[in-house]
């Protein structure tokens, strides 16, 4: 895998000789074919997720993949008959994922062009080479933590929070407010290790820099007298995120410096962007130190400028790319009052 090849983060099928042999509309009965389950299983114990694009009857799908144990596997299937590339991108953003992490698998070579021209981010396989996905280089994660294995059962349950949420008569802070959340943040120990360098690879569009880390220059980090490693973690009613933050904090004699921070996408909606950020500038302030930071931007991660625009940093300037902003310790925000937040 090249430097600019990136984890798949969800594989999308087609159904129709490609999930199963046969064709459901034509054929008197359709049989799974060999090997595709346990394709899913595999790619679903790594963490990586998988959905559906079928030109398909919606309900007779359903039925059938409920049937062949495969729909518990699927996050928000796309069956209808519309382009297979326009069901693609609303799975990717249905997951809130970038096109570049998703595997498109079909049979046929004209619905596979079609992805392959309108969305050519997209890994496009032959269902054929489907047994094989697992062999890729882009689907192996270099480490496979507690967090991918639920990762599934994670966005599952937060598509009930969204369901809920829409049923929801009251205002949106008021929902939050019922969800019972609670933010815990502490030093990242040896064991979050695993965790912390999968946040980094795998998070875009709230990452600060878009700095990766491997496994090894984070334990440095957290080892270091001059560095701070911060990992966060959200719960609430409807079981936990898991670990979704990450901060790197270098302390230097007159400023502290936030080399990294970013927060899973999955937790964009709940209102938790700046707690980190917060309990940063809390710190800091508690030092006696400006709190600065260092901002890359790209194409995707504009949220987390907002954030720190929002929470009282102020532009220096910048160089090579890299901006640098900072917080002067005063008006020190507050944590949200729709959440517990409990800091080791």
């Given at each position: 895998m090249t430097d600019d090849e990136k984890t798949i983060k969800c594989v999308v099928w087609d159904l129709d000789e490609t999930v199963w042999d046969g064709i459901l509309l034509e054929d008197a009965e359709v049989k799974l074919r060999p090997g595709v389950l346990e394709v899913m299983r595999t790619l679903d114990e790594r963490g990586i997720l998988n959905s559906v694009a079928s030109r398909n009857e919606h309900d007779l799908a359903m039925r059938k993949l409920t049937e062949f144990g495969v729909a518990e596997y699927l996050l928000h299937p796309q069956i209808n008959w519309g382009p297979k590339s326009t069901s693609v991108r609303?799975?990717?953003?249905?997951?809130?994922?970038?096109?570049?992490?998703?595997?498109?698998?079909?049979?046929?070579?004209?619905e596979r062009d079609e992805v392959a021209h309108l969305l050519p981010e997209v890994?496009?396989?032959?269902?054929?080479?489907a047994e094989r996905i697992p062999d890729l280089a882009r689907t192996q994660p270099r480490f496979v933590t507690d967090n991918a294995r639920r990762r599934r059962v994670m966005y599952q349950a937060d598509a009930r929070r969204t369901e809920a949420e829409q049923r929801y008569e009251g205002t949106s802070a008021d929902f939050l407010a019922s969800l019972d959340m609670r933010f815990s943040i502490a030093p990242a120990a040896e064991v979050d290790l695993q965790r912390a360098e999968e946040l980094t690879v795998r998070t875009n569009q709230l990452?600060?820099?878009?700095?990766?880390?491997?496994?090894?220059?984070?334990?440095?980090?957290r080892r270091s007298p001059d560095h701070d490693l911060y990992i966060a973690a959200l719960d609430d009613r409807y079981g936990t995120y898991g670990q979704i933050g990450l901060a790197l904090v270098e302390r230097g004699t007159d400023a502290w410096t936030i080399k990294l921070l970013l927060m899973s996408c999955r937790v964009m909606s709940r209102g938790v962007g700046s707690v980190l950020l917060n309990h940063l500038i809390r710190t800091a302030a508690a030092a006696g130190v400006p709190l600065r930071a260092e901002f890359v931007?790209?194409?995707?991660?504009?949220?987390?400028?907002?954030?720190?625009?929002?929470?009282?940093?102020?532009?220096?300037?910048?160089?090579?790319?890299?901006q640098l902003l900072e917080h002067d310790g005063s008006d020190v925000p507050e944590f949200p009052p729709y959440m517990t937040v409990t800091v080791a």
């Open positions: 609303t799975v990717a953003e249905a997951i809130n994922i970038g096109l570049d992490t998703v595997a498109f698998v079909d049979d046929q070579p004209f890994l496009c396989i032959d269902s054929l080479d990452n600060a820099t878009g700095y990766t880390y491997s496994y090894e220059e984070l334990d440095a980090f931007p790209t194409d995707r991660n504009r949220t987390m400028y907002v954030t720190y625009k929002f929470a009282g940093f102020r532009d220096l300037g910048g160089t090579g790319g890299v």
